[in-house]
């Protein structure tokens, strides 16, 4: 599975957007890009996926770029609630389990 | 709907027992179930893969006759720490996925082990 590089920390202001970048420069075609957010001693919640078009739900917006090597996660109005760690994954292939492997994320701290 | 119970949701015991964690799929059938182990501020590690009716595939590094996991079922797996030891005090995440494995992993909300 392609490697992800995500910024340590970042700060936003609530009712703001939250931009949340990551790249994946290494993604091969049949990869998908997974967006999970951890917040304080629960398990992982489920955000957004997608392959290479754009996706939105109620919770985010995900923009792939055209050559799919970075993606952005979009939280439109950040609250105080959203304060967490975000993981954006990249998994999928052929002979792949289906396995998440999470690397150090980005957290973010939403402030009033 | 994609709900994931883990229970007991905390436990303490004496070092030398052994601890059970149960990770049910509610509203789904799970034919993959997913194991986590977590230690303070640091990431997700995966411990091993169980698929429904077959034997669970460990991560390099992790015992699996330490961490026994069955999945008997397409709604449920279980944990089994043996012979616990303080440093196997940590927090253990499972999550489940649908059959396609492209579909996302949801998690349950984890279980807090400590050994004393």
């Known amino acids: 599975d392609a490697k992800t590089t995500q910024p340590p920390s970042m700060d936003c202001a609530e009712g703001r957007a939250a931009n949340l970048p990551c790249n994946h420069s290494?993604?091969?075609?049949?990869?998908?890009v997974y967006w999970y957010r951890q917040i304080h001693s629960q398990g992982p919640q489920y955000i957004i996926h997608g392959l290479k078009n754009n996706e939105t739900n109620e919770m985010a917006s995900l923009i792939i770029t055209e050559d799919r090597k970075s993606s952005t996660l979009i939280l439109p109005h950040a609250t105080l609630r959203d304060t967490a760690v975000y993981y954006c994954?990249?998994?999928?292939?052929?002979?792949?389990?289906?396995?998440?492997?999470f690397g150090q994320g980005t957290t973010l701290q939403v402030k009033p | 709907g994609a709900v994931v119970s883990q229970h007991p949701s905390w436990v303490i015991c004496k070092s030398g027992t052994s601890v059970k964690i149960e990770c049910r799929s509610l509203?789904?059938?799970?034919?993959?179930m997913f194991w986590y182990r977590q230690f303070p501020k640091q990431s997700l590690m995966l411990m091993a893969t169980s698929n429904e009716g077959s034997k669970a595939t460990y991560e390099q590094g992790v015992e699996k006759d330490k961490f026994l996991i069955n999945h008997a079922s397409l709604t449920l797996s279980t944990l089994t720490v043996t012979s616990a030891h303080p440093e196997d005090s940590s927090f253990y995440i499972c999550s489940a996925r649908k059959r396609d494995r492209y579909q996302p992993q949801h998690f349950g909300d984890g279980t807090r082990l400590s050994i004393l």
């Open positions: 290494t993604i091969s075609g049949n990869e998908y």
């Open positions: 994954i990249v998994r999928g292939g052929s002979s792949n389990t289906g396995k998440l492997i």
């Open positions: 509203d789904f059938q799970a034919t993959t």
